[in-house]
């Protein structure tokens, strides 16, 4: 067995909430969004798969993309939450203290002697 | 009005290796990918990262285009293989080739049962085999004294033709059938 591996699924399971948990706060631009996602922790991936996922969200219906105008250059990419998005987040959220809880409670090493 | 900050071999290079990875995907979903990813290294070289860093950071194209989920060029060319035997095999002996082409059909996850079952019963031997119906020829026999001899012949019924034209038409139809179908389904 692997712990490893059971958290590298764990990580990818997960990576679209951690996406919506950062897009909840205010809309980001990809680069700032995917360099929190990395400083967290919440990304092991290439940095590059997070606009595949986004995509996904967006064809969910949970994020929405849009162009704003910028200073330097181009119009910029924003990616925001959308209200069907805050909820699957807040499903997920209570969904993941109560698993995350539980699975504290099991591995905790004091109350296991081998 | 040139963009200085990907303007580089070394980005034109990338963009370029990841539009020809993401080849598969639906036309919007490729550009917003590349719209993304460019976006992705102007702004990091605006925060003047290393662009070798940045590229690196973001991961080789084609492991991007697999997140994205298109075909894998191996996948591509297992349904080309499996269509083209499916179309085609049954001109070889034996219907060796269509056989074979079957038997990739089934073992391929990107069709359904029904496609599986559509492209093995609705036409044997696929298109090509339209050749194989000769034996229903049902023309009339037509035999010409010449000398002694007899030489007979039989003409090709219009029935015949008709039959073998639809059976290709239809057996083609199946093969772009299961073709969009594998298309649809990412690896």
């Known amino acids: 067995m692997d712990p490893t591996r059971a958290l590298r699924e764990l990580r990818r399971g997960t990576a679209e909430y951690c996406v919506l948990g950062l897009l909840a706060r205010r809309p980001m631009y990809g680069l700032e969004l995917v360099r929190i996602l990395a400083d967290t922790g919440g990304l092991v991936t290439s940095l590059g798969t997070i606009y595949p996922l986004l995509a996904r969200l967006r064809a969910d219906g949970l994020v929405t993309t849009s162009s704003q105008p910028s200073e330097s250059g181009p119009d910029r990419r924003y990616h925001a939450i959308t209200q069907p998005g805050r909820r699957a987040l807040a499903d ?12 504290s409670t099991l591995i905790d090493a004091e109350d296991v002697t081998p | 009005m040139t963009d200085h900050l990907i303007d580089d ?8 290796r990841l539009r020809a990875a993401t ?9 917003e990918l590349l719209a993304d990813v460019s976006q992705h290294i102007r702004d990091a070289r ?32 297992y349904d080309r293989v499996t269509i083209a035997l499916l179309a085609l095999g049954g001109l070889l002996p034996g219907g060796l080739g269509w ?7 089934w073992r391929g996850a990107q069709w359904t049962v029904r496609d599986k079952l559509l492209g093995t019963f609705l036409l044997p031997f696929g298109p090509a085999g339209a050749t194989n119906l000769v034996w229903l020829n049902t023309g009339e026999g037509v035999c010409e004294q010449v000398g002694r001899d007899f030489s007979c012949r039989r003409e090709s019924g219009s ?8 059976y290709a038409l ?15 389904r990412p690896a």
């Open chain 2, 9 to 16: 071999e070394r980005v034109e290079d990338y963009l370029r």
């Open chain 1, 92 to 103: 997920f959220a209570e969904e993941w203290r109560r698993y995350s809880q539980a699975v």
């Open chain 2, 46 to 77: 605006a925060a003047e990262a290393d662009l070798a860093d940045v590229l690196a950071e973001l991961g080789s194209p084609e492991e991007i285009a697999r997140a994205a989920g298109g075909r894998t060029r191996s996948r591509r060319t």
């Open chain 2, 159 to 166: 029935l015949l033709l008709v039959v073998m034209a639809l």
């Open chain 2, 99 to 105: 056989i074979a082409g079957v038997v990739m059909l």
């Open chain 2, 23 to 31: 080849a598969d995907l639906p036309a919007t979903a490729r550009a």
């Open chain 2, 170 to 184: 239809i057996g083609a139809a199946t093969c772009v059938y299961l073709a969009g179908r594998a298309r649809r």
